[in-house]
């Protein structure tokens, strides 16, 4: 059910309810012409939504309130992480429509989406790893996506409903890469997983107040989309010199950061990843910055934090 | 389009209306939406901040606004100002939010009319500048902004990027929106342009380097210069009380020790590094405006 918005009637069915807009406590609502405008009743695509992805064990989404904390680098060093196991698969949808960077960071830039009978075939970084976007269907990167939200999240429900991921063999894990914010995109992920179950979110943060704000509305978002939190993920935490190994702390945890967030809402803290300038390179070559760069100490972090998330959604490959 | 007359009554006594635009999130549009503000303002202008970014406003904290409340007068709702002489004015979904972790889960139209609401509504009297900050992303806020806007010709778009290659492709993405919805660039900030360490002073690229300019020049569009990372800013628009000079760079600050202090948050500012560059980023912009009229 979407959240009864705070202003609404008393008797409010709902805004995703059949009778939406139409129900007798709806006369005088401020939100009665947009719930009556909004297709209403559950959606008669769900089923096939959750027939497409029944075989897939995990669905995961990456969440940030804020922009520009790491959603997409996270998002794609999870997936190669994975991966790196040949047994796991991992597919990675793209459900940032108008800032697409998943391409980009996965290095599958100019690919392209093939059709087959089953439906859209994704996009193969490795045998084991795929990926969604709408950057391959755009003519170019320049190519800019000025759509409302209805359209976007008729284009997150391809992603889903029409993209053959499994090819009907089971597979691991599904990870959705999000804009910030909550809204459009966010909702249309969770109302269009209902049905097919949603593992867990996991938040990305950087330490600064100003990013942590953010999150806890994220949070919130969580709590009233019921979207259960696996944890968080405190990305730009210190930064060391190259040239002298002094630290700093460039995105200052005034509040406390991620850890005194964490200890607040009683939600996992699943680790700190320093601010290390490769990270940035690895992302814009598209390559796996585990792989690479395995003794750092940012890669020692990554290891840690996915080495957590397997255990909290006690996965263990067969 | 009787609704828009409000929007049109609001705008007549403001001089000049500029959007702060990026496609990728986290590249500093707030920070440098609030730099330009502080700018202007330290210039002797008077400034309106408009915070159009509903899901995650980040403009009440950075002013050390949080928690204020406006005011609802018979002119309209009542900006929250910055400082005494109200030179410096501000409008956020922030302030209207019962607790700021509440979060705002609302679709495209939702967000339309809170925009037109505030382009409708806030009594912002003279000003000589009004600056939207916005969310990233080219879609229903932003729409929403440049349509309710058209008919007053807004003056243009500052574009925010950082030098990373991930992040140059949304800002192009951006630079095309604005070419599509007729809306002027006005110049590029290339942000987050390298971070000198405080032990050694040597300048790391932390987001690759130069791709600002570069942009720039391919897009043909006006650069208008490169800020660092400035941990006294990052700590300024941090901190709680604005009016205490931050020194990010003394790694065991005493307690105890009197702090420097200022009556407003436009004189700390001025105390930071970064303010010396984005003064001559809106002199830069300030000529740029005059010689259009």
Known sequence: ?318 | MSGNSTVGERLATIKHVVLVLSGKGGVGKSSCTVQLALSLANQGHKVGVLDIDLCGPSIPRMFGLEGQQIHQASAGWVPVYVDSEKRLGCMSIGFLLPSKDASVVWRGPKKNAMIKQFLGDVYWGDLDFLLIDTPPGTSDEHLAAVEYLQEWNPDGAVIVTTPQEVALSDVKKEINFCTKVGLPVLGLIDNMSGFVCPHCAECTNLFSTGGGEGLAKYMKIPFLGRAPIDPNLVMLLEQEDKTVVPNANDPNPDPDAEKKRTSSIVETYQHCELSKIFAAISKTLCEKLDSKH
């Open chain 1, 1 to 318: 059910m979407d959240p009864i918005p705070e202003n609404a009637n008393e008797h409010c069915p709902g805004p995703s309810s059949a009778t939406a807009g139409r129900a007798e406590g709806c006369a005088g609502c401020p939100n009665q012409e947009i719930c009556t405008t909004q297709a209403s009743g559950p959606d008669p695509d769900l089923p096939l939504i959750s027939e497409r992805l029944h075989t897939i064990r995990h669905k995961i989404l990456i969440l940030s309130g804020k922009g520009g904390v790491g959603k997409s680098t996270f998002t794609s060093q999870l997936s190669f992480a994975l991966a790196a196991n040949p047994q796991t698969t991992v597919g990675v949808v793209d459900v940032d429509i108008c800032g697409p960077s998943i391409p980009k960071v996965m290095g599958c830039e100019n690919e392209e989406i093939h059709r087959s009978s089953n439906g859209w075939s994704p996009v193969f970084v490795q045998d084991n790893l795929s990926v969604m976007s709408i950057g391959f269907m755009l003519p170019s990167d320049e190519a800019a996506v000025i759509w409302r939200g209805p359209k976007k999240s008729g284009m997150i429900k391809q992603f889903l409903m029409d993209v053959d991921w499994t090819n009907s063999e089971p597979m691991d894990f599904l990870l959705f890469d999000t804009p910030p914010g909550t809204s459009d995109e966010h909702l249309a992920v969770v109302q269009l997983l209902r049905q097919s179950g949603i593992t867990g979110a996991v938040l990305v943060t950087t330490p600064q107040e100003v990013a942590i704000q953010d999150v806890r509305k994220e949070l919130d978002f969580c709590r009233k989309a019921q979207v259960p939190v696996i944890g968080v993920v405190e990305n730009m935490a210190g930064f060391v010199c190259p040239g002298c190994r002094g630290e700093s702390r460039i995105f200052y945890p005034t509040t406390g950061g991620a850890k005194k967030l964490c200890e607040d809402l009683d939600i996992p803290l699943l680790g700190s990843i320093p601010l290390d300038p490769r990270i940035g390179r690895s992302c814009d070559q598209g390559s796996s910055f585990l792989d690479t760069y395995a003794d750092s100490p940012a890669a020692q972090a990554y290891a840690s934090i996915i080495t957590k998330i397997k255990e909290l959604i006690n996965y263990s490959p067969e």
